[in-house]
């Protein structure tokens, strides 16, 4: 369980995944949907690469997160939108310093996507976070 009382797990019956889990089951906790978090800072600056963008995202989700009075351990789902090529592996070894060394990621999706709300966006991250009482 972590901190929230979520339980995060992969049935044995779905297919294996790589450092995430298929289900995030948790029972009477407070849900927090945060918006799609872009590689802008706080003057809709937008990071040039990638990378940065990512990083950017990933920052502005975290205080979006702690807004709420939550954690990124408590993070349930993560849902990333990425352009084109974007690189999956850049993507991850990001969202790793976000999520330090939980024994657990979020469940994920990546979804390739054709473009963002600006031709110069990479990445978006929305998130479900079961916020503690």
Known sequence: MTPSGMRLFT????PPTVGYPQVALF?????AFISGQVGVDS????AP??????QQAFKNLKAA???????????CKLTIFAVGDADLAT???????FFGAQQ???AS?????????????????????????
């Open 43 to 46: 003057s809709w600056r937008l």
């Open 11 to 14: 049935p044995e019956d779905c």
């Open 65 to 75: 997160i702690e807004a709420c009075g939550a954690t990124m351990e408590d993070v």
């Open 104 to 106: 657990h990621l979020p």
């Open 49 to 54: 690469t990638f990378e940065e963008q990512t």
């Open 91 to 97: 993507y991850a070894a990001i969202r790793d310093t």
């Open 109 to 133: 999706s990546f979804i390739r996507v054709a473009g963002l709300y600006d031709p110069k966006a990479f990445i978006e991250i929305e998130a479900v976070v079961a916020v503690p009482s």
């Open 27 to 31: 029972e009477k906790q407070a849900l």
